[in-house]
Each structure stands twice: as C-alpha cells, then as structure tokens.
Nanobody, 114 residues
Framework: QVQLVESGGGLVQAGGFLRLSCTTS????????MAWYREAPGKQRELVAS???????NYADSVKGRFTISRDNAKSTIFLQMISLKPEDTGVYYC????????WGQGTQVTVSS
C-alpha cells in the first residue's frame, strides 16, 4: 500500500507563509505527476498544484503567483511553498498522484486567520 505523509501545516495570519512537505513510499514516484490537493471547509477537494516527472508545473488560478510546488526525487518528497496566504487558503492539504490517485494520507491542516 502506498503511503503518503504530509506535514508542515499550521496556523498563520493572513499574509504569512508556510512550506508543506510530503513523503511517499510510491515506488514509481519519480516517474509520475504528483500534486497537492486542498479540502476547504464545506467544499470538495480540489487540485491546487501539480508537477510532472520532468518538473513542469501547473496551478489553480486561485494560487498562481503565491504557491510553488517542487519535488526532490532522490528523497521521494514533494513540497508546496505558500506565501501571501489568505483566509480562503484554509483547509486540509493532501498530496497524491495526479490525475490517478491512491489512498489518501491524513493530510496537514492549514489555517489562515484574518
């Protein structure tokens, strides 16, 4: 079973920053597109950023210019650098493959206060 372990969330004020990390046991990690997803209170889980095996990135319009996704293939880890955080960025953040997903990890809570 693939393991996905997210970390780095927390409580920050609007305008602040956080860096999320996700390690995976996925054996083919380096060859697949990985992504960060967000589940905001009362909303469906959405993809916010993805990165292909060769480093091409894509972002949801709501986070463009503020979030940066990256990966360290040697460590089977992906990152999400988030700056200029807004209250609407609040939610549980998950990493997973994209577009095909595996079983979800526990996620990491991000709370942005106004």
């Amino acid at each position: 079973q693939v393991q996905l372990v997210e970390s780095g969330g927390g409580l920050v004020q609007a305008g602040g920053f956080l860096r999320l990390s996700c390690t995976t046991s996925l054996s083919i990690y380096s060859r697949v597109t990985m992504a960060w997803y967000r589940e905001a209170p009362g909303k469906q889980r959405e993809l916010v950023a993805s990165i292909t095996s060769d480093g091409r990135t894509n972002y949801a319009d709501s986070v463009k210019g503020r979030f940066t996704i990256s990966r360290d293939n040697a460590k089977s880890t992906i990152f999400l650098q988030m700056i200029s955080l807004k209250p609407e960025d609040t939610g549980v953040y998950y990493c997973n493959r994209a577009p095909v997903v595996y079983a979800w990890g526990q996620g990491t809570q991000v709370t942005v206060s106004s």
